[in-house]
C-alpha cells in the first residue's frame, strides 16, 4: 500500500506541478553581484529613438535613449528585468553631467543581470515667465512641461515592451524612476490615471492640459502596447500628494526611495501652502502611506543630506539590485534605513559651492590682517628696547 501511494504521489506531482509554478527563475547571486557579468559582456545600443514630439518651442524633435543589456551569447536568461531610468532637471533642462552618471548606472545594473535604459524626454518652459495663475501660483508652462515629460515616459515604456523580444525583457518586471524630476516621473506614471492627472493639471492651471496635448497615451509615438509597473525607483523625487496612492496599487507596486533631510528643493517630508503653491509630498511621507497600505517599500533615508547629496552610483546600485531581487523572490519588507552624509562629501559640497572662494578670500585677509598686526607689535618692542 505504501509502495502505490508514494507512486501515486510522485505522479501526481510530476504532472501538475508545471502547470502550478509559473515562477520566472531569477537566481540571487545575479542581481547581488556587481560584477555578474564583465563590461566585455554587457551590449550597449545608443541613441535609439523611441519617437518623435514638438517641444515647447514647437519644434519636433526625436526622442532618444541609451540602452545596455547582456549580451545573449554569455546570459541562460531569455527574458530579463527590466529599469528604466529617467533624468531629472526640473521638466526645465537636460542634465548634460546626471546623463553621464546615468550611462555609468546602466552599466553597473546590466553587470548585474538587468536590462536597463536612461531615456530623453521633452523639456523645457519658460523660466521668465511672468504668466502665473493667481489662484495656484504657479507658471503655466512648468504645468504644460511636466505633462509633455509625462507622455513622453509612457511612449518609452510603450516602446520597450513592443521591442521586449529584441532586448530580452520580461514584461512582468518592469521597474521605473529616476532622479528630481525622473522620480516624480516614475510615481505619476505608476499611481495617476489620466482622471487623476488632468484634476491635477485643472487644479494648476486655466488650460486643460488634456485637450492641449491630447492623452498621456496619444503622444510621441503611435504603439498601443499596454504595461504593468511592478516598481518604482525614486530618488528624491516628489508625489502631489500620497492620496493618489491607493491600496491596491500599494500592494502591487514595489517601491525604494532615497532621500535627504535637508533637501531644499524636493521636501522629505511634504511642501503645501503658505509656503508653496501646491503640495508636494516627498520620500518619507510616501513611505508612511505604504507602511498604512501595508506595500512592499524601502526607504534610504540620508541624515542632513540635501538635494541627491552623497548618494553615489555604487551605493545605487547595490541598494536597487538587492531590492529588485527581494521582489522578485517573493522576499520583499519593509524597510527604513539611515545614513549619514559622509565628511568627504560635506567637505566637497563646501569646496564646489558660492561660499567657497569668498570665504576663503576672507580667510586669507584675515590671516595677512594677524600677520600685520604681529608685525607692528614686534617693531614697536624692538623699538622699546631700542629705548631703553
Known sequence: MKLKFYFFSLLFFSFFYPSICTCQPYPNPRYLNPEYFT??????????????????????????????YPSGNYDVLKRRPFIMLMHGGGFQEDDITQKKQWNNLCMMFAQRGFV???????????????????KSKVRPSYTRAAYRAYQDGHAAIRFFVHHAHEYGIDTNAIFIGGRSAGGEMGLVMAFLSQRNIDSLCNSLIPE??????????????????????KGVINMWGPIADTSFISKEEALATSLIMFHGTKDKSVPYKRLGPPDYPYTRDGSFNIAQ??????????????????????????????????????????????KELET?????????????????????????????????????????????????
Open 340 to 388: 549619514t552624509v559622509s565628511v568627504d562629501t560635506n567637505v566637497e559640497t563646501f569646496i564646489t559651492s558660492g561660499l567657497f572662494i569668498p570665504l576663503s578670500l576672507l580667510m586669507v585677509a584675515l590671516i595677512l590682517i594677524v600677520i600685520l598686526i604681529r608685525l607692528v607689535i614686534v617693531k614697536r618692542r624692538k623699538r622699546k628696547k631700542m629705548m631703553l
Open 208 to 229: 486643460n492640459c488634456h485637450q492641449l496635448y491630447g492623452s498621456i497615451d496619444s503622444s510621441t509615438n503611435t504603439l498601443t502596447d499596454k504595461f504593468k509597473i
Open 39 to 68: 563590461k566585455e559582456k554587457i551590449k550597449a545600443d545608443t541613441d535609439v529613438v523611441y519617437g518623435e514630439s514638438v517641444d515647447w518651442k514647437g519644434v519636433s524633435k526625436k526622442q532618444k535613449f541609451n540602452i545596455y
Open 116 to 134: 536597463t535604459s536612461s531615456i530623453d524626454y521633452r523639456v523645457g518652459w519658460d523660466y521668465h515667465d511672468k504668466e502665473i495663475n493667481p
Open 289 to 334: 502611506r505604504y507602511k498604512h497600505m501595508g506595500g512592499c517599500y524601502e526607504l534610504n533615508t540620508k541624515v542632513e543630506g540635501t538635494h541627491s547629496q552623497d548618494f553615489s552610483n555604487e551605493f545605487l546600485a547595490d541598494h536597487v539590485g538587492a531590492f529588485i531581487n527581494s521582489v522578485l523572490n517573493f522576499e520583499c519588507e519593509p
